[in-house]
């Protein structure tokens, strides 16, 4: 499915990161992609941020260290509303 | 953000992509501009500033260098700030003042704000930061405390300006501090004089205070922006706490658009007129269809969307945007309109050019560009069909397309928005900038009726007074620095900080010219400036308005400097022709008045005149009288 959260992240990923989408992975983190430094890191936060329409918590912000542990925080929050691509 | 969002941004790239890799700067730079509009962020602020970086060759900005000093987490809002002003023509560059290090990096003589020489510096600080007792400790404080506070934090904000001043060139916009969404006392501090919002207001009065004695200081009204957006939603007190920044995701972009309001004005990039289309755009309906009495246009909805429209274009005008119009209309039915309908705010004589015709609106807006003796650069573009829009900023890219929302009750408002008006200081001739067009309408009519040119030139008489730069002409000469395109044979760009040294700087001359005639003044419009060298006097700037080209006026003002050069010993007046893509206007200028070319290298040729054996002959049909001072010898 092309409009998974998680494939949603992967993309909006490749944006911030300037990176291939075959480069973002499930498992990607700062250790695996050079540009996710920590302003790149809060880039992204407020990126997801404003297409999701959520906010993050301090908390919820640390934990964000793979891109999967960002698709379970996004998954956890309930988003407004999953659209499935019409 | 659903699906369909995330194939119309990878749909964007891809057309971007396509259009940078063939070359296609308008159709990249339009669709650029778009993406932007439709989907501003940070993800599509790097897409846009990396396209931007492949687009170089081809693309022609306005560079601005920008310092930020700050007491918050600004990083998030450069990216942003960048990618629109890429968007509105002009590459930023950017450095950040060090956290919270904003009062040192003023105060310290060797700091690296004062080595960089920037065009600008803003100081984007906050209450918390800047006055904590004010913002969170405000209850604990006597009414003698919160005076002391008020007092005390002007006088830091004096010294840090007045210390900058002293030591940088650049422009300084400073940040206004913002009041408390919940006052520590309630409502009851709306009630007292000491309250903690009058407090903190009185601090932002006191500002402007300095802004106003300082030249090139502006105040950004920080608290206003925050009120305008929504104090309950601007802040994310989450981020501010874990990495200081304030602001919620979502405003970010509103902070963005505010310093770019300041960065455009002071970039050089603001246009001049705004062309504006009829049917939809200043009243509602179609002329054609609904005829007189069908439009809509008046107090009440639906036309009041349309008289708020003419109320914002009025207010342009009064600050001296010229107006024009572009439309597809019969003209008769058109023009009974502007002329006779009782809702109509504007009238005809405030248009400075008309095109209501069915040709082309590309060719149209060329056409009202040269009638008006502007670049096309120096047009915006306003009309309600996206169609025309795209297709203006597919032909004519120079154009500022204004880009409208879909309901009209939303018109004036965007239109407000749109930066490429906005201006830091209101000369006198911008006032008057409307009524100058209606009486330049006139002399052509006589030029049409005039035989010969001398004798159309005689029929004007012609009025040139020629004097010294005086404080209250600092700002208009400094702006015809700024914004002089076609007659202008350096385009050396100048800040008003710039005019005042060279006015004091003994080797330097500055000649203003201000010319009147039958129908008018055209207040200040010439201007040269010179400099001294052994048996030698250079010409460094030499410049006419647009709005006298071609009435012999540059020669007056030639003759004038050529004498006074002679008197002051010198033995040859050189000076040199830069060519830029729009000073084709003054290309012939030195070779015209009998200089010779003695000198090029790859910015543009050297000319020469021997004072000695040549003079200038002022046109007999000027009157010119002098004021200046006797030159040193």
Known sequence: MTDSIAERVRRIATGIFQVPLDRVLIQSSPETIETWDSLQHLNLVLELEQVFGVRFSPDEMAQMVTVEAIVGILERKGLPEADSGS | MNTRAIETQDSFRRDIDLAVSRGDASLALSLLGKFWREYPGPATASYLLASFEELRPVWNPRVFQLIVLRSFTVEPVISLLQASAAVNGIDLRVEIGGFNAYAQELLDPHSSIYETAPDGVVLAVQTRDVV?????????????AIAQTVEEVLRSYRGWIEAFRSRSRAHLIVHTLEIPEMPSQGILDAQVREGQCESIRSINRGLLQIAQETEGVYVLDYDALVARFGRGVWHDEGKWLSVRLP????????????????????????CKVLVVDLDNTLWGGVAGEDGFEGIQIGPDYPGAAYQAVQRAMLDLYHRGVVLAVCSKNNPAEAMEILARHPGMLLKPQQFAALRINWNDKARNLREIAAELNVGVEALAFLDDNPVERQWVRSQVPEVSVIELPKDPMDYARALREACVFETLKLSAEDRERGKYYEEQRQRQDLKRGSSSLEDFYSSLQMEAEIGEVKPETIARIGQLTQKTNQFNLTTRRYTEQQIKAMSLDPTCRLYALRARDRFGDNGLVGLAITRQRRGQVEIDTFLMSCRVIGRTLETAL????????????????????????KNAPAREFYSRHGFTRTGENEQGSLWDLDLEHRTIQSPPWIRVRVCIKEAIS
């Open chain 2, 132 to 144: 904590p007792q004010l913002w969170s400790e405000f209850a604990d404080l006597s009414p003698a």
């Open chain 2, 247 to 270: 602001i919620a995701a979502h405003c970010l972009v509103h902070l963005a658009h505010e310093w770019l309001r300041y960065i455009c004005p002071l970039a050089g990039k603001s």
């Open chain 2, 558 to 581: 030639l003759a004038v400097i050529a004498d006074d050069a002679h008197n002051a010993g010198a033995r040859r007046l050189s000076g040199w022709f830069v060519p830029t893509p």
